[in-house]
């Protein structure tokens, strides 16, 4: 399993992500994440939600609440521009650490 | 799902301000219910379903780790330049105030011995007042 600072570090690419795709609630994100990676990437769904709630009081994401399609009902969460514009970003640091990491590691590095 | 919601306060209780705190259980609260109920959709008992959720949640350092260290380096950024702000605001408003005082006093007869500068004064305050209510605000 992989180490949960990676993790952290990580979390708001992962959700901006997720929601880039389609609207989700809360365990939705937990659940997409988990089958996505085969449970290798495993967080906890109090550190998830926490960061949920941290986006949106950063207004890079937000919430209305939804129907369910068999009543009830559910806090769903998009993406704002803002946070498109981040997710962005992040993707760019994220190329450009993956180079100097390839640069420095060498033949250890694998893609 | 009182449980729940008395789960997620006992696990901030020391955490946050109030406001925070109180969105945060909210919010926890919400995400937790929504897993029990699709638990139970999928055919498990409620009882079950709330203890499953509540045992696989995590715990308090597993909601800080979502805040730290990014936000709370951003947060200290954030109170550092909203105090200065605030010290500069009053720098400036004596400024101001010194100012008016100044040629107020100094062409006093011109003025018709009216002390002006007083409505200049209260008239101000509003910026460090602004700047100080910016920076309670970030603090908190």
């Given at each position: 399993m992989i180490n949960s600072d990676i993790i952290r570090g990580n979390i708001d690419a992962i959700i901006l992500k997720l929601l880039m795709e389609k609207d989700r609630y809360g365990y939705e994100l937990a659940n997409e994440i988990k089958s996505r990676t085969n449970d290798r990437f495993q967080i906890k769904e109090a550190t998830l939600y926490s960061a949920v709630t941290r986006l949106e009081s950063r207004e890079l994401i937000s919430s209305y609440v939804g129907e369910k399609s068999h009543g009830g009902q559910r806090r769903y969460y998009r993406i704002t521009t803002f946070g498109k514009a981040y997710f962005a970003e992040l993707m760019k640091d994220f190329c450009e650490l993956r180079e100097i990491m390839k640069a420095i590691l060498g033949s250890d590095y694998h893609e | 799902m009182n449980k729940i919601k008395k789960f997620v306060s006992n696990l901030l209780?020391?955490?946050?301000s109030e406001d925070d705190k109180k969105e945060l259980i909210a919010i926890l609260t919400t995400s937790l219910e929504e897993k029990v109920e699709d638990l139970v959709e999928a055919g498990t008992p409620v009882d079950e379903a709330i203890e499953k959720s509540i045992k696989e949640f995590g715990s308090t350092s597993d909601v800080l780790d979502a805040f730290s260290p990014k936000d709370s380096e951003y947060q200290k950024k954030m109170i550092r330049e909203r105090k200065h702000g605030f010290l500069y605001s009053i720098l400036g408003y004596f400024l101001i105030i010194g100012l008016a005082l100044f040629f107020n006093l100094q062409f006093i007869a011109f003025f018709q011995h009216i002390y002006w500068f007083i409505v200049v004064a209260i008239g101000t305050l509003f910026w460090p007042g602004t700047m100080f209510f910016r920076y309670r605000i970030a603090k908190k």
């Open positions: - | 209780k020391d955490y946050f």
